[in-house]
Protein backbone atom coordinates (compact mmCIF):
# COMPACT_ATOMS: atom_id res chain seq x y z
CA UNK A 1 0.00 0.00 0.00
CA UNK A 2 1.01 3.66 -1.43
CA UNK A 3 2.07 5.43 2.55
CA UNK A 4 4.74 6.76 4.76
CA UNK A 5 6.55 3.74 6.25
CA UNK A 6 8.60 4.61 9.46
CA UNK A 7 11.29 2.19 10.76
CA UNK A 8 11.80 1.02 14.16
CA UNK A 9 8.45 0.92 15.73
CA UNK A 10 10.21 0.80 18.60
CA UNK A 11 13.39 1.71 20.04
CA UNK A 12 15.60 2.02 23.54
CA UNK A 13 18.60 3.66 23.21
CA UNK A 14 21.28 4.52 26.26
CA UNK A 15 22.16 8.37 26.77
CA UNK A 16 24.97 9.44 24.44
CA UNK A 17 24.28 6.87 21.33
CA UNK A 18 23.28 7.84 18.33
CA UNK A 19 20.55 6.38 15.61
CA UNK A 20 18.56 7.38 12.85
CA UNK A 21 15.08 7.03 12.33
CA UNK A 22 14.27 5.89 8.88
CA UNK A 23 11.09 7.38 6.76
CA UNK A 24 10.54 6.27 3.36
CA UNK A 25 7.23 7.74 1.30
CA UNK A 26 5.88 6.40 -2.61
CA UNK A 27 3.92 9.17 -2.94
CA UNK A 28 6.69 10.95 -4.86
CA UNK A 29 5.54 13.34 -2.34
CA UNK A 30 7.97 17.06 -2.21
CA UNK A 31 7.32 17.99 1.43
CA UNK A 32 8.67 15.50 4.00
CA UNK A 33 8.43 16.59 7.55
CA UNK A 34 9.45 14.89 11.19
CA UNK A 35 7.37 15.46 14.31
CA UNK A 36 7.47 14.42 17.77
CA UNK A 37 4.54 13.74 19.86
CA UNK A 38 4.42 14.55 23.68
CA UNK A 39 2.21 13.01 26.53
CA UNK A 40 -0.26 16.42 26.98
CA UNK A 41 1.26 18.22 23.87
CA UNK A 42 0.29 18.97 20.10
CA UNK A 43 2.62 17.37 17.51
CA UNK A 44 5.69 19.64 17.30
CA UNK A 45 7.77 19.88 14.24
CA UNK A 46 11.69 19.14 13.92
CA UNK A 47 12.57 19.26 10.77
CA UNK A 48 11.17 19.33 6.93
CA UNK A 49 12.28 19.33 3.63
CA UNK A 50 10.51 20.27 0.22
CA UNK A 51 12.66 18.53 -1.65
CA UNK A 52 15.90 16.73 -2.36
CA UNK A 53 18.57 18.42 -1.04
CA UNK A 54 16.37 20.98 0.85
CA UNK A 55 16.23 21.36 4.64
CA UNK A 56 14.69 23.32 7.35
CA UNK A 57 14.80 23.91 11.06
CA UNK A 58 11.38 23.11 12.65
CA UNK A 59 9.76 24.27 16.47
CA UNK A 60 12.58 21.95 18.52
CA UNK A 61 15.27 21.02 16.06
CA UNK A 62 17.99 20.92 18.86
CA UNK A 63 19.94 17.54 18.94
CA UNK A 64 18.32 16.57 15.52
CA UNK A 65 19.71 16.23 12.11
CA UNK A 66 18.10 15.24 8.86
CA UNK A 67 19.15 14.98 5.06
CA UNK A 68 17.06 14.77 2.09
CA UNK A 69 19.43 12.81 -0.91
CA UNK A 70 16.32 11.37 -2.21
CA UNK A 71 12.21 12.78 -2.65
CA UNK A 72 11.79 9.53 -0.95
CA UNK A 73 13.34 9.44 2.30
CA UNK A 74 13.97 11.53 4.87
CA UNK A 75 15.87 9.84 8.20
CA UNK A 76 16.15 11.66 10.94
CA UNK A 77 19.21 11.45 13.61
CA UNK A 78 19.77 11.99 16.79
CA UNK A 79 23.27 12.89 17.18
CA UNK A 80 23.56 12.13 21.07
CA UNK A 81 20.55 10.75 22.81
CA UNK A 82 18.94 12.03 25.71
CA UNK A 83 16.06 11.03 28.13
CA UNK A 84 14.44 14.19 26.65
CA UNK A 85 14.56 12.62 23.60
CA UNK A 86 12.31 10.38 24.67
CA UNK A 87 8.85 10.24 22.61
CA UNK A 88 6.69 8.82 19.80
CA UNK A 89 7.92 10.43 16.59
CA UNK A 90 6.41 11.01 13.42
CA UNK A 91 7.00 11.38 9.89
CA UNK A 92 4.98 13.10 7.55
CA UNK A 93 4.47 13.96 3.92
CA UNK A 94 2.68 15.71 1.34
CA UNK A 95 2.67 17.68 -2.23
CA UNK A 96 3.49 21.11 -1.91
CA UNK A 97 0.07 22.55 -1.83
CA UNK A 98 0.10 20.06 1.93
CA UNK A 99 -3.35 18.78 0.28
CA UNK A 100 -2.99 14.62 1.54
CA UNK A 101 -0.77 15.24 4.38
CA UNK A 102 0.11 11.64 5.46
CA UNK A 103 1.38 10.37 8.66
CA UNK A 104 3.67 7.50 9.04
CA UNK A 105 2.69 5.28 11.90
CA UNK A 106 5.16 6.50 14.24
CA UNK A 107 8.42 5.04 16.45
CA UNK A 108 8.47 5.22 20.08
CA UNK A 109 11.66 5.83 21.09
CA UNK A 110 12.79 5.45 25.25
CA UNK A 111 16.25 7.02 26.28
CA UNK A 112 17.66 5.96 29.69
CA UNK B 1 -0.37 30.59 23.67
CA UNK B 2 -1.13 27.82 21.48
CA UNK B 3 -2.31 29.10 18.09
CA UNK B 4 -5.04 26.13 18.03
CA UNK B 5 -7.54 25.11 20.88
CA UNK B 6 -9.92 21.58 21.44
CA UNK B 7 -12.45 21.35 24.13
CA UNK B 8 -13.00 19.22 25.66
CA UNK B 9 -10.10 17.83 26.39
CA UNK B 10 -11.13 14.10 27.19
CA UNK B 11 -14.93 13.05 27.39
CA UNK B 12 -16.73 9.36 27.78
CA UNK B 13 -19.85 8.56 25.38
CA UNK B 14 -21.86 5.65 25.32
CA UNK B 15 -21.53 3.29 22.28
CA UNK B 16 -24.64 4.95 20.27
CA UNK B 17 -24.83 8.39 21.82
CA UNK B 18 -23.51 11.63 19.18
CA UNK B 19 -20.74 13.99 20.54
CA UNK B 20 -19.44 17.11 19.28
CA UNK B 21 -15.70 18.20 19.25
CA UNK B 22 -14.90 21.89 19.34
CA UNK B 23 -11.66 23.74 17.54
CA UNK B 24 -10.80 27.35 18.41
CA UNK B 25 -8.27 28.87 16.02
CA UNK B 26 -6.30 32.08 16.00
CA UNK B 27 -3.93 30.93 12.42
CA UNK B 28 -4.25 33.63 10.19
CA UNK B 29 -4.07 34.31 7.13
CA UNK B 30 -6.39 31.29 7.46
CA UNK B 31 -6.07 28.21 4.12
CA UNK B 32 -7.44 25.32 5.60
CA UNK B 33 -8.60 23.02 8.79
CA UNK B 34 -8.09 19.04 9.05
CA UNK B 35 -9.46 17.04 11.56
CA UNK B 36 -7.07 13.83 11.99
CA UNK B 37 -7.93 10.89 14.01
CA UNK B 38 -5.66 8.74 16.01
CA UNK B 39 -5.79 5.23 16.95
CA UNK B 40 -3.47 4.65 20.40
CA UNK B 41 -0.26 3.45 19.12
CA UNK B 42 -1.35 4.80 15.52
CA UNK B 43 -0.12 8.01 13.50
CA UNK B 44 -2.93 10.22 12.77
CA UNK B 45 -5.49 9.53 9.84
CA UNK B 46 -6.69 12.35 7.85
CA UNK B 47 -10.83 12.83 8.70
CA UNK B 48 -11.60 15.51 6.82
CA UNK B 49 -9.64 18.98 5.20
CA UNK B 50 -12.32 22.11 5.01
CA UNK B 51 -10.82 25.57 3.31
CA UNK B 52 -12.54 29.23 3.61
CA UNK B 53 -15.17 28.53 1.48
CA UNK B 54 -16.46 25.25 2.73
CA UNK B 55 -19.14 25.36 6.09
CA UNK B 56 -19.67 20.86 6.31
CA UNK B 57 -17.67 18.58 4.76
CA UNK B 58 -18.75 14.67 6.14
CA UNK B 59 -16.98 11.44 5.75
CA UNK B 60 -19.16 8.53 6.97
CA UNK B 61 -20.46 9.23 10.83
CA UNK B 62 -18.11 12.26 10.88
CA UNK B 63 -19.58 15.55 9.77
CA UNK B 64 -17.30 19.13 10.14
CA UNK B 65 -18.18 22.22 10.16
CA UNK B 66 -16.30 25.48 9.91
CA UNK B 67 -17.07 28.95 10.35
CA UNK B 68 -14.42 31.18 9.26
CA UNK B 69 -15.31 34.33 10.55
CA UNK B 70 -15.44 33.35 14.17
CA UNK B 71 -12.36 30.95 13.63
CA UNK B 72 -14.48 27.79 14.91
CA UNK B 73 -14.60 24.13 13.70
CA UNK B 74 -16.42 21.45 15.31
CA UNK B 75 -16.31 17.62 14.70
CA UNK B 76 -19.49 15.59 15.09
CA UNK B 77 -19.65 12.29 15.61
CA UNK B 78 -23.02 10.37 14.79
CA UNK B 79 -24.30 6.90 16.74
CA UNK B 80 -20.62 6.35 17.82
CA UNK B 81 -19.10 2.89 18.22
CA UNK B 82 -16.42 1.64 19.94
CA UNK B 83 -13.80 1.54 17.25
CA UNK B 84 -14.36 5.74 17.76
CA UNK B 85 -12.53 5.59 20.65
CA UNK B 86 -9.28 7.52 19.92
CA UNK B 87 -7.62 11.21 19.85
CA UNK B 88 -9.32 13.75 17.48
CA UNK B 89 -7.02 16.14 16.31
CA UNK B 90 -7.73 19.71 14.51
CA UNK B 91 -4.86 21.15 12.44
CA UNK B 92 -4.62 24.58 11.23
CA UNK B 93 -2.58 25.71 7.86
CA UNK B 94 -1.65 29.55 7.25
CA UNK B 95 -1.45 30.95 3.72
CA UNK B 96 1.93 30.84 2.14
CA UNK B 97 3.37 28.90 4.81
CA UNK B 98 4.07 25.24 4.99
CA UNK B 99 3.52 25.00 9.36
CA UNK B 100 0.84 23.48 10.62
CA UNK B 101 -0.71 24.23 14.02
CA UNK B 102 -2.08 21.36 16.01
CA UNK B 103 -4.01 21.21 18.79
CA UNK B 104 -3.28 19.02 21.54
CA UNK B 105 -6.60 16.96 20.74
CA UNK B 106 -10.14 15.40 22.51
CA UNK B 107 -9.64 11.88 23.72
CA UNK B 108 -12.93 10.07 23.07
CA UNK B 109 -13.77 6.95 24.77
CA UNK B 110 -16.55 5.37 23.70
CA UNK B 111 -18.01 2.66 26.31
CA UNK B 112 -20.38 -0.34 25.75
Known amino acids: NAGVTQTPKFQVLKTGQSMTLQCAQDMNHEYMSWYRQDPGMGLRLIHY???????DQGEVPNGYNVSRSTTEDFPLRLLSAAPSQTSVYFC???????????FGSGTRLTVV | KNQVEQSPQSLIILEGKNCTLQ??????????LRWYKQDTGRGPVSLTIMTFSENTKSNGRYTATLDADTKQSSLHITASQLSDSASYIC???????????FGKGNQVVVIP
Open chain 1, 92 to 102: ASSNLHYYGYT
Open chain 2, 23 to 32: CNYTVSPFSN
Open chain 1, 49 to 55: SVGAGIT
Open chain 2, 91 to 101: VVSAKGNNRLA
